[in-house]
């Protein structure tokens, strides 16, 4: 696969590390009544008006800042893009605000959209993780719809009740085949801490809901990976001062580093009890009735070897999007939720870096 002049632009200042002499400006938006910082990333000139990108972070404390983030979106403005990153505050509070991307991308594509830098006709967005899923459903939104051109999502999910069990399971499937892997306890500890006490046998257990959020924001300030043995102190310390009821329930949730999953059936069991309470404390997680009435230019990814979010949740979306979606799907072993993937054969290697700069192509072409 060729890449186009803006996907070879990008790639070098991806491999750079995001090294490249653009323009940033830090901004103020207003979004939903409140003031909301935001950064603006322009290339180094702009003789003639560009591409304007939105683009949502997930739920992070760093947010915008987030390392890996700043990477891609200093590369997509290098490329030949104006990209506003707004500040999500919900998300970064680690709280799965429904309404946080139709209000986000109402105020962000107004303002990119009047800059003179940027092409008049619309701007995309573009979401990574919870933003991904959550900027496809806010096109729902007919005031959406009509300023944003194409949508892509990094590593989206469609259904929230299989998503909470494969956080507690390690479990997914798609086409009948089923998968097994060892998930990341970070979603596990946000799902947790936002909405253990909504299960009835658990509603006073206050303080297990508390020490999962704290280990999650831990996680986000430091940068590394959730199921480090780092953590196993921090751990230690809160289960300290739990109830034996508590700790019983805190095991499941937050168990040293390493230590092998409980009894599979108590904890099938388990997420299937806690999906049921999710979805009765906010049903609107659930992307699939959403997914089924959008339309317009969809561009999807995710990385194989996500523990996260599992890769069989963005073949879902696929599989619930309506055929007047015009829609591209890159299934990629390059990356996995917000890093690289390891190591791999150098012909795979090789293989899957078409895969990418194919996404790329269908991406930054869209607008």
Same mark, same amino acid.
């Given at each position: 696969?060729?890449?186009?002049?803006?996907?070879?632009?990008?790639?070098?200042?991806?491999?750079?590390?995001?090294?490249?002499?653009?323009?940033?400006?830090?901004?103020?938006?207003?979004?939903?009544?409140?003031?909301?910082?935001?950064?603006?990333?322009?290339?180094?000139?702009?003789?003639?008006?560009? /591409?304007?990108?939105?683009?949502?972070?997930?739920?992070?404390?760093?947010?915008?800042?987030?390392?890996?983030?700043?990477?891609?979106?200093?590369?997509?403005?290098?490329?030949?893009?104006?990209?506003?990153?707004?500040?999500?505050?919900?998300?970064?509070?680690?709280?799965?605000?429904?309404?946080?991307?139709?209000?986000?991308?109402?105020?962000?594509?107004?303002?990119?959209?009047?800059?003179?830098?940027?092409? /008049?006709?619309?701007?995309?967005?573009?979401?990574?993780?919870?933003?991904?899923?959550?900027?496809?459903?806010?096109?729902?939104?007919?005031?959406?719809?009509?300023?944003?051109?194409?949508?892509?999502?990094?590593?989206?999910?469609?259904?929230?009740?299989?998503?909470?069990?494969?956080?507690?399971?390690?479990?997914?499937?798609?086409?009948?085949?089923?998968?097994?892997?060892?998930?990341?306890?970070?979603?596990?500890?946000?799902?947790?801490?936002?909405?253990?006490?909504?299960?009835?046998?658990?509603?006073?257990?206050?303080?297990?809901?508390?020490?999962?959020?704290?280990?999650?924001?831990?996680?986000?300030?430091?940068?590394?990976?959730?199921?480090?043995?780092?953590?196993?102190?921090?751990?230690?310390?809160?289960?300290?001062?739990?109830?034996?009821?508590?700790?019983?329930?805190?095991?499941?949730?937050?168990?040293?580093?390493?230590?092998?999953?409980?009894?599979?059936?108590?904890?099938?069991?388990?997420?299937?009890?806690?999906?049921?309470?999710?979805?009765?404390?906010?049903?609107?997680?659930?992307?699939? /009735?959403?997914?089924?009435?959008?339309?317009?230019?969809?561009?999807?990814?995710?990385?194989?070897?996500?523990?996260?979010?599992?890769?069989?949740?963005?073949?879902?979306?696929?599989?619930?999007?309506?055929?007047?979606?015009?829609?591209?799907?890159?299934?990629?072993?390059?990356?996995?939720?917000?890093?690289?993937?390891?190591?791999?054969?150098?012909?795979?290697?090789?293989?899957?870096?078409?895969?990418?700069?194919?996404?790329?192509?269908?991406?930054?072409?869209?607008?």
């Amino acid at each position: 696969m060729i890449p186009s002049a803006r996907t070879a632009r990008f790639l070098r200042t991806y491999m750079r590390g995001g090294a490249a002499p653009l323009r940033e400006h830090e901004l103020r938006l207003e979004v939903a009544g409140e003031e909301r910082e935001a950064t603006l990333y322009l290339p180094p000139s702009t003789r003639k008006p560009v /591409p304007g990108w939105v683009v949502l972070h997930g739920l992070t404390v760093p947010g915008r800042r987030h390392r890996v983030l700043q990477v891609f979106v200093r590369s997509l403005a290098a490329s030949g893009a104006a990209v506003l990153v707004p500040d999500v505050p919900t998300w970064r509070a680690l709280r799965l605000d429904v309404d946080a991307a139709r209000d986000t991308l109402l105020s962000a594509s107004a303002v990119l959209g009047a800059l003179p830098e940027v092409k /008049p006709g619309g701007v995309g967005a573009m979401g990574f993780s919870f933003g991904a899923t959550h900027a496809l459903m806010a096109t729902a939104d007919p005031a959406v719809r009509a300023a944003v051109r194409v949508t892509v999502a990094f590593g989206g999910y469609a259904d929230i009740e299989k998503g909470i069990h494969t956080l507690l399971t390690g479990e997914h499937e798609w086409g009948g085949e089923r998968h097994l892997i060892d998930p990341d306890p970070y979603g596990r500890w946000i799902m947790v801490g936002n909405y253990l006490t909504a299960v009835p046998e658990f509603a006073e257990m206050e303080g297990v809901a508390r020490g999962a959020l704290s280990l999650a924001v831990e996680a986000g300030n430091r940068g590394l990976g959730s199921w480090e043995p780092a953590y196993d102190g921090m751990k230690a310390e809160i289960r300290r001062g739990l109830s034996p009821a508590e700790r019983e329930v805190w095991d499941v949730v937050a168990p040293p580093a390493g230590t092998p999953m409980p009894d599979r059936e108590a904890a099938r069991a388990l997420a299937e009890r806690f999906a049921q309470a999710v979805l009765r404390a906010n049903p609107r997680l659930d992307a699939r /009735p959403v997914l089924r009435g959008l339309g317009g230019r969809i561009v999807l990814s995710h990385g194989r070897a996500d523990r996260l979010v599992p890769y069989t949740e963005t073949l879902r979306i696929q599989s619930l999007l309506p055929p007047q979606a015009d829609v591209s799907v890159a299934i990629t072993g390059l990356f996995a939720h917000s890093a690289h993937a390891g190591a791999m054969h150098p012909i795979r290697r090789v293989r899957e870096a078409g895969v990418f700069i194919n996404l790329l192509n269908q991406a930054l072409g869209a607008l």
